[in-house]
């Protein structure tokens, strides 16, 4: 079953409430140019980001920047529900005011860290009825809703920003799979190197065949794809860093720049210079 209200707005604000019943397969993604904040609200799900494997219970607040590849796990046919609000930074460039920013919980973070927080009883009550509010707006129909749609996403940001700053402690995890965490690791440290299903079998002293084989089952996608995604995230980092198009290039591992520019706007539907341009 799919309970599910999706909004699309001119100003990149997308709103899902929805429920899953059955084993639906999810591989790593990351959301291209949105940030995303997921609410969680029943089910029997591990959350993976990165090489961190979270068990998720009701009322975990899970926020994720652009950089973070992840992928929800479903372990039963318990309903996976879920409220999830994608949302383009740059909406909130004219907030970014000191000392106050309302992406901090997005971006003054390490990787992974404070990505997943558990809500006491009150503050999922204030978080869903913050929430509920989306869907009131998705209802209106006289032009007003991308206005307070907008509105809502602000009272959101602030509410979950006063939740990081008490959240000094990261959400306990489990680890994932040793054989996929030593594979995940070697890959975020010779990223910019020649990463072929061949070197990392000789490096790893795994076989070719397993390697690939482990790596789809546990991961849920080709070796392949999951390298070009990474070296999409850095390339990224980079550029909002300062980095020229060409040096987030050859830093990120693509090495072939017209290549990188091809795979950049298929997966980000802009080219890295656009992209730059826009940060």
Known sequence: MDICKFKNQPFDIFYVHASHTGNFKYDFHYHYNNYEILFFLS???????D?????????????????????????????????MINFNPHLLKIFNITPYNLLNCFDNRLVTDHSVMNLNRE?????YKIMMEFE???????GSNMILEFITLVRLLVFINDLFEMNTDPKSMDKMPVCLQNILTFIDDHIHEDLTLEHLSRELFI?????????KSIAGMNLHKYITMKRLTLAKKLLTQGESVTDACMMSGFNNYANFIKVFKKYSGMTPGQFKNNT
């Open 43 to 49: 089910g029997d799900v591990e959350f993976n980001i």
């Open 51 to 83: 090489k961190k494997t979270y068990i998720l219970k009701p009322g975990d607040l899970i926020l994720l920047n652009y950089f973070e590849l992840h992928k929800p796990f479903i372990k039963s046919s318990a309903p996976y529900e879920r409220i």
């Open 123 to 127: 503050q999922y009550d204030d978080l």
């Open 136 to 142: 009131d707006v998705h209802k209106k129909t006289n």
């Open 207 to 215: 076989s070719q065949q397993y390697l690939s084989r482990i790596f």
